[in-house]
C-alpha cells in the first residue's frame, strides 16, 4: 500500500548517541597509531558538538591524549550559493597549523558530499593535512560527489526529500513521501 | 539589498546584520591565507573620479579577498580625459559584465544617478558632501567593538571636530551614531558647520576645549583645503588653535577615549600631535577594519539577503 503522510520516525535515543561516540572514539584511536598528530575539527554548527565530545570520549579512552579541537564554517566555500538563502552563523575558530596533521572532519549528517567538499576547500586555507578523515553521526546517502565516510555512528536509508535532524537527544527523520508500507 | 548609496538607507536592523557579517570576516583576515572562494565569477568596478587612496585599496582588497575580480578605473588615465560622459563610462563598463561599482565621485547623487544606467549594484564610495555610507559602519564597527557594546552606542558621547560642512563622512557618522543611540556633539567654527543642522539630533560646541575631558570617542575630521575657498574659511593658524588636537589636549582625554581620523591626516592643521604617540588613537584600527566592513558589504549586495532565514535541514 502507499500513502502520502508526514511522519517523524525517532531512530536513535540519546543512549544511542553516547554509545555511537564512544565507538568512532575507540575507531579513531586504532586507526591513527599516533595521536599526538591528530586534531578534531567540527563543522560549524550541526558538527561543532559532536566534534567536542568525541575529543572528551578519546581523552577518556586513552588518558594523556587530549586532542586539539576547532571548528570550521564553510559559507564562503559553498559551490550552491545561489541555490540557498545564506546565513552566516559562527565563524570559523581554528588556532592551529593544520600542516601534517590528521584532521578528523566531524559532522552531524552526511548526504550530497557538497558541505563535505566545500570543507576540504577550506580546510586546505589553514595549513596542508597529511591526511583528513571524516566522521558522521548519520550517513543518509545520496552522494553527488566522490565522497565517503570514514566513520559512520549510523546508517540510515532516506528519501531524498526527507529532513534528517541530529541532536545530543537523538536522530530523526521527517518524511514527507510517499512510503511504501 | 541591492545597492548601498547612503547610512539613510539601512534600517538599524541591518547596520547591525552588517556589523556581525564583519565579524566573520575579520576572522577570514587573521588567517595566513586571507582569501575565500565566496564571490568567485563576480566581478567588481571600481570607479573612482575623485583621489583616493585607503578608500579605493580597501574596497579592492576586500573584493580580492573574497576571489571577486576587479576592474580597476581611474578617471585621470581614462577616456573621461577625451570628453567621454559619466553615463558612456558606466554603459560601457555595464556591457563589460561588471556584477557590482564601487563608485566615488565629486558630485553628491552621483551614484544614486548611476543606478538608472545600470543592472549592477552600486556602493557609494564618497561624493561630494553627500554620503560615505562604508566610512560610517566600518566607524562604527571600530567603536562597537573597541567597548564591546556590539548592536549599540547607547551611553556615548562622540565628538566630531572640524568641518562638518564639506564632509561626507561627518555626514553619515552622524547620522549612524544617532540611529543607534550616541549622543553625538559637532565641534566646529560656525563658517564650518552645515546650515540646517536643528534636525540631525545633534548638539553643537564651538571649542574643543569644552568637550575633551567627557567625550568616549574623539572623531578628528581632516581639514578639506580642496573644497574651501579662501573667503569663508578662518585662518588655519586660527582653527588649529580652537580645533588642533595637541599634546596637552590630549592629556585631558578620559583614559578609556577613543581618537579616529578617518584619513589622510595633516598633520601640523588638526593633528598636532602624532596618533602613534596616543594611546587611545584607532586611526589604523580603522583602516583594518575597513576592509571586514567592504567585504561584509560586497558580500551583502552580491551574495544574496543575509536577512533572510535559513530553511531547515543539512545539505
Keep these: 500500500m502507499t500513502t502520502v503522510s508526514s511522519q517523524r520516525s525517532e531512530l536513535l535515543g540519546e543512549a544511542d548517541i553516547e554509545r555511537a561516540i564512544t565507538r568512532i572514539a575507540h575507531e579513531i584511536i586504532e586507526r591513527n597509531a599516533d595521536l599526538s598528530v591528530v586534531v578534531i575539527i567540527g563543522m560549524q554548527t550541526g558538527g561543532t558538538w559532536i566534534a567536542q565530545r568525541l575529543r572528551d570520549a578519546v581523552s577518556r579512552i586513552a588518558p594523556g591524549n587530549d586532542l586539539l579541537l576547532g571548528a570550521i564554517d564553510i559559507s564562503m566555500y559553498r559551490d550552491d550559493f545561489s541555490l540557498r538563502p545564506r546565513v552566516l552563523t559562527a565563524p570559523t575558530d581554528i588556532t592551529f597549523d593544520l600542516t601534517e596533521k590528521t584532521v578528523v572532519l566531524v559532522d552531524d549528517v552526511l548526504f550530497t558530499g557538497r558541505t563535505v567538499r566545500a570543507a576540504l576547500e577550506a580546510l586546505n586555507d589553514h595549513g596542508r593535512p597529511r591526511a583528513v578523515q571524516l566522521a558522521v553521526m548519520v550517513d543518509r546517502g545520496h552522494r553527488e560527489l566522490p565522497i565517503r565516510p570514514d566513520y559512520v555512528g549510523k546508517n540510515i536509508p532516506t528519501h531524498f526529500s526527507d529532513e534528517v535532524s541530529v541532536g545530543p537527544g537523538g536522530v530523526a527523520v521527517m518524511g514527507l513521501e510517499k512510503s511504501q508500507s | ?315
Excluded: C
Excluded at chain 2, 86 to 100: K, N, P, W
Excluded at chain 2, 172 to 192: N, W, Y
Excluded at chain 2, 251 to 277: C, F, K, Q, T, Y
Design chain 2, 1 to 315: 539589498m541591492k545597492h548601498l548609496l547612503s547610512t539613510h538607507d539601512l534600517s538599524v536592523e541591518q547596520m547591525i546584520s552588517l556589523l556581525e557579517t564583519a565579524d566573520y570576516m575579520s576572522e577570514i583576515n587573521t588567517r595566513s591565507i586571507s582569501k575565500v572562494p565566496a564571490l568567485r565569477g563576480k566581478t567588481v568596478a571600481s570607479v573612482f573620479f575623485e583621489d583616493s587612496t585607503r578608500t579605493r585599496l580597501s574596497f579592492e582588497t576586500a573584493a580580492k579577498r573574497l576571489s571577486a575580480d576587479v576592474l580597476t578605473f581611474s578617471a585621470a588615465s581614462s577616456s573621461v580625459n577625451k570628453g567621454e560622459s559619466l553615463r558612456d563610462t558606466i554603459e560601457t563598463l555595464s556591457a563589460m559584465g561588471v556584477d557590482a561599482f564601487v563608485v566615488r565621485h565629486k558630485s553628491s547623487g552621483a551614484p544614486q544617478q548611476i543606478t538608472q544606467w545600470t543592472n549592477a549594484s552600486v556602493l557609494n564610495a564618497g561624493d561630494g558632501w553627500h554620503q560615505h555610507p562604508t566610512q560610517a559602519l566600518l566607524d562604527t564597527y571600530t567603536i562597537t567593538r573597541s567597548f564591546g557594546q556590539l548592536d549599540s552606542m547607547k551611553g556615548r558621547t562622540i565628538a566630531i571636530v572640524g568641518d562638518i560642512k564639506h564632509s561626507r563622512v561627518a555626514r553619515s557618522d552622524i547620522d549612524m551614531f544617532t540611529r543607534l543611540g550616541a549622543e553625538v556633539i559637532l565641534v566646529a567654527p560656525s563658517a564650518l558647520l552645515p546650515s540646517h543642522i536643528e534636525n540631525w539630533g545633534v548638539t553643537t560646541a564651538s571649542s574643543i576645549d569644552e568637550v575633551i575631558n567627557s567625550v568616549d570617542v574623539l572623531y578628528m575630521l581632516r581639514m578639506q583645503r580642496e573644497r574651501i575657498s579662501a573667503s569663508n574659511m578662518p585662518s588655519l593658524r586660527e582653527y588649529s588653535s580652537h580645533y588642533a588636537l595637541t599634546v596637552e589636549r590630549a592629556a585631558r582625554l578620559s583614559p578609556h577615549a577613543l581618537v579616529m581620523h578617518p584619513g589622510p591626516i595633516n598633520r601640523g592643521i588638526e593633528m598636532m600631535v602624532d596618533p602613534s604617540d596616543l594611546p587611545g588613537s584607532r586611526i589604523l584600527q580603522q583602516v583594518t577594519n575597513g576592509i571586514a566592513v567592504r567585504m561584509a558589504v560586497l558580500f551583502t549586495l552580491l551574495g544574496g539577503d543575509l536577512t533572510a532565514t535559513a530553511t531547515g535541514g543539512t545539505v
